[in-house]
C-alpha cells in the first residue's frame, strides 16, 4: 500500500468514526430530551397530588418508580408550613418517598446522601429515625453531623458521649456547629449539655462550645463552674475570653470574682470580655475600672468598657461624662462617641 493509498484510508476511517460519535451523540440527546419531558410530565401530575390536602381517590397515586417525586418532595417540602405540610408529608410517604430516601442514605454519592438526611429530617416517624441513626456511622463527618442535627430536632434522646466521639468534635470540628447542634439538643435535653461542661478531663473545645450553647438559657447554676474555669484559665489562651463572654450572657452576679479578674488581665480579649460582661451583670463597682479601660490602647476594649458604663446608669454616665471633659484623648475619645450614640450629653 503506498503513501497515498494509506492517507485515503485513514481519512475514511477517521470520517466513519466521526459520524459515528456524531449519530451517538444525536442519539444520547434525544434520549436526554426525551427523559426530560417525560420527568416534567412527572413533576406536573405529582405537584398537585402532593400539595392536594385530604383524601386521595383510589388509585390517585401513581405507581411510579422514579426518583422524579423524591426530588420533587425535597423542593416542595420548603414550601409548605402547619396542615398543608402535615398533609405533604402524609402524601411523599404513600409516594414511597422516605423509603427512597433511606435506599439513597446507603447507597448514594456524597451529595444525595446529604440530600437524604435534610430530607428524612422531615419525615419524624420510628424508621426514618432509625435511618438516621445508622448514618451516625456514615465515613463522611460532614454527614455523620448532618445526621446528629436532624435527630436533635426531633428532640430525639441522644447519648452527647457517643457524638462527641462518633462526630470527632473537638478535634478540628467548626466550633459554630458544634454550637448549633449542642443548642438543638440542650432545647430539650440540658442536662446532657451540662454534663459535657462538668466532666472532668473534657477536651476544651467542647466543653467551651457547650457553654456557649448553654449560656442563652439562663441556667444560673453553671455560673459558678463557668467562673473556677475562668479564674484557672490562663491569660493569653482562647478559652478565658470566651468563658467572660457566656458569664455576661448568663447575667448573674455570682460571675463577679471571674469578671474583676478579668478586667485586670493582660489580654486584649479578655479585658474586651470583661467589660461586656460587666455591664451585663451590673456590676457597679466595675465602674472605676470601666472607666480606666476608656484609656485602653485597644479601641474594642474602650468600646466595651464605654459600652458597660451606659448599661450601669447614673454612676456610670457620669464617668463617662468626667472622662469626655477630661484632657486624656482616647478616652475623651470613646466616653464622648458612646453618648452621643446614645443621645445624651456630654
Known amino acids: 500500500m503506498n503513501a497515498l493509498r494509506l492517507i485515503w484510508v485513514t481519512s475514511l476511517v477517521l470520517s466513519s468514526a466521526a459520524i459515528l460519535v456524531m449519530l451517538l451523540l444525536i442519539v444520547a440527546r434525544l434520549i436526554t430530551a426525551r427523559r426530560a419531558i417525560r420527568r416534567s410530565a412527572e413533576r406536573r ?206 447575667g448573674h452576679p455570682a460571675a463577679r470574682p471571674a469578671v474583676l479578674a478579668g478586667l485586670a488581665s493582660s489580654a486584649m480579649s479578655a479585658r474586651a470580655a470583661a467589660a461586656g460582661a460587666a455591664g451585663r451583670i451590673m456590676l457597679v463597682e466595675s465602674a472605676a475600672r470601666l472607666a480606666e479601660l476608656l484609656g485602653d490602647p485597644e479601641w474594642w476594649v474602650r468600646f466595651r468598657a464605654a459600652e458597660s458604663l451606659i448599661l450601669l446608669g447614673e454612676p456610670g454616665i457620669a464617668l463617662l461624662r468626667a472622662a469626655a471633659a477630661g484632657d486624656e484623648g482616647l478616652a475623651r475619645d470613646a466616653a464622648t462617641a458612646m453618648l452621643a450614640e446614645r443621645g445624651l450629653p456630654a
Do not use: C, W
Open 45 to 250: 401530575a405529582l405537584t398537585p397530588i402532593l400539595l392536594r390536602a385530604g383524601d386521595h381517590e383510589a388509585g390517585a397515586m401513581p405507581g411510579t418508580a422514579s426518583e422524579v417525586a423524591t426530588d420533587l418532595s425535597l423542593e416542595l417540602i420548603q414550601l409548605v408550613r402547619g396542615d398543608e405540610r402535615a398533609a405533604f408529608i402524609a402524601n411523599a410517604t404513600e409516594l414511597g418517598v422516605p423509603a427512597r430516601l433511606e435506599r439513597r442514605l446507603r447507597s448514594g454519592s456524597h451529595r444525595d446522601r446529604a440530600d437524604a438526611v435534610h430530607g428524612l429530617a422531615q419525615f419524624d416517624d420510628p424508621a426514618t429515625r432509625e435511618a438516621l441513626y445508622r448514618s451516625l456511622d456514615d465515613p463522611d463527618k460532614n454527614i455523620r453531623l448532618a445526621s446528629a442535627l436532624a435527630l436533635a430536632a426531633t428532640d430525639e434522646v441522644l447519648d452527647t458521649d457517643s457524638l462527641v466521639e462518633k462526630l470527632e468534635l473537638g478535634a478540628g470540628q467548626s466550633s459554630l456547629v458544634t454550637v448549633s447542634l449542642f443548642r438543638r439538643i440542650a432545647e430539650s435535653q440540658p442536662e446532657q449539655i451540662k454534663a459535657l461542661v462538668t466532666r472532668p478531663g473534657q477536651n476544651a473545645e467542647v466543653r467551651l462550645a457547650a457553654i456557649e450553647a448553654l449560656a442563652g438559657t439562663g441556667d444560673y447554676s453553671l455560673v459558678p463552674v463557668i467562673a473556677q474555669l475562668a479564674m484557672a484559665a490562663a491569660e493569653d489562651t482562647e478559652e478565658l475570653p470566651r468563658y467572660l463572654h457566656a458569664l455576661g450572657r448568663l
